[in-house]
C-alpha cells in the first residue's frame, strides 16, 4: 500500500521518457567529443584493421552527434536507436569486454549496458508525449494501446 497514492508521480509520467532521453542523448553526444573522425580512424585502422577507417570514424562521430540530439529532442526517436544500439553492442565486444564490467580504472561495460537498456526501453515504449515526434504525429504509429486484461488486473487490486 506504499504506493497506494501515487497520483502526484502519475503526474510527472510524461516526463519520464524526456528524462531518460535527455541522460541518453548527452551521453552520446559528450561520448561523441572524445573522437574526432580522424583519431576514431586510426583507432579502427591501427587496432582491428578494418576497410575505410576515415568513413567509419565520420559514421560513428556523426552517429554520436546527431543520434544523440535525436534522441534527446525525440525526433525519429525509435529510427535513430538502432544503428546507436549496434554501435554499441560493437564497442562492447571489441574493446569493453577485455576491460570487464566496472575495473577499478576508466571505462568497461557498465555505461554502455545502462545505454542499451535505455535505448531498448526507448524502443519499445517510443519517445513519449514531451517529443517532436508527437509533435509532428510521427509516433501515433506505436503509441501504446489499452490491454483489457492489464484493464480487469488493475481492477482486482
Same mark, same amino acid.
Do not use: D, N, Y
Given at each position: 500500500m506504499f504506493f497506494a497514492h501515487s497520483a502526484p508521480?502519475?503526474?510527472?509520467?510524461?516526463?519520464?521518457? #524526456? $528524462?531518460? !532521453? *535527455?541522460?541518453?542523448?548527452?551521453?552520446?553526444?559528450?561520448?561523441?567529443?572524445?573522437?574526432?573522425?580522424?583519431?576514431?580512424?586510426?583507432?579502427?585502422?591501427?587496432?582491428?584493421g578494418l576497410p575505410f577507417p576515415l568513413l567509419i570514424g565520420w559514421y560513428v562521430t556523426l552517429?554520436?552527434?546527431?543520434?544523440?540530439?535525436?534522441?534527446?529532442?525525440? #525526433? $525519429?526517436? !525509435? *529510427?535513430?536507436?538502432?544503428?546507436?544500439?549496434?554501435h554499441i553492442f560493437l564497442a562492447i565486444f571489441m574493446v569493453e569486454i577485455i576491460r570487464g564490467f566496472a575495473p577499478a580504472e576508466s571505462g568497461g561495460m557498465q555505461v554502455p549496458v545502462l545505454l542499451i537498456a535505455g535505448?531498448?526501453?526507448?524502443?519499445?515504449?517510443?519517445p513519449g508525449s514531451v517529443s517532436v515526434d508527437r509533435l509532428l504525429g510521427w509516433d501515433g504509429g506505436w503509441a501504446r494501446k489499452s490491454n483489457p486484461d492489464s484493464q480487469r488486473v488493475a481492477s482486482m487490486s
Open positions: 508521480l502519475q503526474r510527472l509520467e510524461p516526463f519520464v521518457p #524526456l $528524462l531518460m !532521453r *535527455l541522460a541518453i542523448g548527452a551521453t552520446l553526444i559528450s561520448h561523441g567529443f572524445q573522437f574526432a573522425p580522424a583519431k576514431f580512424a586510426a583507432i579502427v585502422e591501427g587496432a582491428w552517429l554520436m552527434f546527431v543520434g544523440g540530439s535525436f534522441i534527446a529532442l525525440g #525526433l $525519429l526517436t !525509435r *529510427l535513430v536507436t538502432i544503428p546507436v544500439v549496434v535505448l531498448f526501453v526507448l524502443l519499445v515504449t517510443g
